[in-house]
Antibody, heavy 121, light 108 residues
Framework: QVQLQESGPGLVKPSQTLSLTCTVS??????????WSWIRQPAGKGLEWIGR???????NYNPSLKSRVTISVDTSKNQFSLKLSSVTAADTAVYYC?????????????WGQGTMVTVSS | DIQMTQSPSSLSASVGDRVTITCRAS??????LNWYQQKPGKAPKLLIY???SLQSGVPSRFSGSGSGTDFTLTISSLQPEDFATYYC??????????FGPGTKVDIK
C-alpha cells in the first residue's frame, strides 16, 4: 500500500523559501504510470494545484506560481520536494503531496496527510 | 484557463436522502472530471475519476455522470460518514489542473 508523508518546517519567514519533502513508502516513485504532485489549501478555502514531477525529472507548474516554484525528485531516497521562494502570508496553507495517476484520468488517487505551513515573522 | 464551478455551495440533508452535487466547466472537458471527498482536518479522498468510474474501495452509493461541461456527483442514500466537503477537479487541460470551490454537505 503506497503511502505519502510530507515533512518540513511549519514556520517560514516572509521573503524566505518554503521547502517541503514528500517521502513515498510502500512503492517506488519510479513507477511509470504516475506523476507526483504538490497541492495546497489555505485555511477554510479550496484546493490549488502547485505542480508535479515525473520520475525522469520532467516538471509542470501552475502558471500562477511558476516563477517561484521548483519541484525536484530523488529516486534513490524515494522522495520528491517542493521549494517555493519569496513567500508571503498568502502562501500560508496546508500543503499536500499526492500521486497523480495517468491511468485514472490524472486523478490524485493517493494523498499525504498534509503539513501546515505558516508564513510569519 | 478552465474555470470550475459547483452548486450548491452548501446543502443540508438527512441520513438516507439522495444528494446531487453539480460541477460545471467553463469549456468542454470531455470526461476528464474527478470527484473528491474531504473531511475536516483530513486530506481529500478520490471518489470518482473520469466522470463516472468508481475508485476502488469507494461505496457504490457514490456515482458520477456527465460529459462536456456539466457533471453530477450523486449519493444515493446519504450515510453519517458522508457529511463532508466535495470537490470536483478537471484534468482535461493537463498538465494544468483546477478544482471546483467545493460543496459542503452537512446534517439537516
Amino acid at each position: 500500500q503506497v503511502q505519502l508523508q510530507e515533512s518540513g518546517p511549519g514556520l517560514v519567514k516572509p521573503s524566505q523559501t518554503l521547502s517541503l519533502t514528500c517521502t513515498v513508502s510502500g512503492g517506488s516513485i519510479s513507477s511509470g504510470s504516475y506523476y507526483w504532485s504538490w497541492i495546497r489549501q489555505p485555511a477554510g478555502k479550496g484546493l490549488e494545484w502547485i505542480g508535479r514531477i515525473y520520475t525522469s525529472g520532467s516538471t509542470n507548474y501552475n502558471p500562477s506560481l511558476k516563477s517561484r516554484v521548483t519541484i525536484s525528485v530523488d529516486t534513490s531516497k524515494n522522495q520528491f520536494s517542493l521549494k517555493l521562494s519569496s513567500v508571503t502570508a498568502a502562501d500560508t496553507a496546508v500543503y499536500y503531496c499526492a500521486r497523480d495517476s495517468m491511468i485514472s484520468a490524472d486523478a490524485f488517487d493517493i494523498w499525504g496527510q498534509g503539513t501546515m505551513v505558516t508564513v510569519s515573522s | 484557463d478552465i474555470q470550475m464551478t459547483q452548486s450548491p455551495s452548501s446543502l443540508s440533508a438527512s441520513v438516507g436522502d439522495r444528494v446531487t452535487i453539480t460541477c460545471r466547466a467553463s469549456q468542454s472537458i470531455s470526461s476528464y472530471l474527478n470527484w473528491y471527498q474531504q473531511k475536516p482536518g483530513k486530506a481529500p479522498k478520490l471518489l470518482i475519476y473520469a466522470a463516472s468510474s468508481l475508485q476502488s474501495g469507494v461505496p457504490s452509493r457514490f456515482s458520477g455522470s456527465g460529459s462536456g461541461t456539466d457533471f453530477t456527483l450523486t449519493i444515493s442514500s446519504l450515510q453519517p460518514e458522508d457529511f463532508a466537503t466535495y470537490y470536483c477537479q478537471q484534468s482535461y487541460s493537463t498538465p494544468i489542473f483546477t478544482f471546483g470551490p467545493g460543496t459542503k454537505v452537512d446534517i439537516k
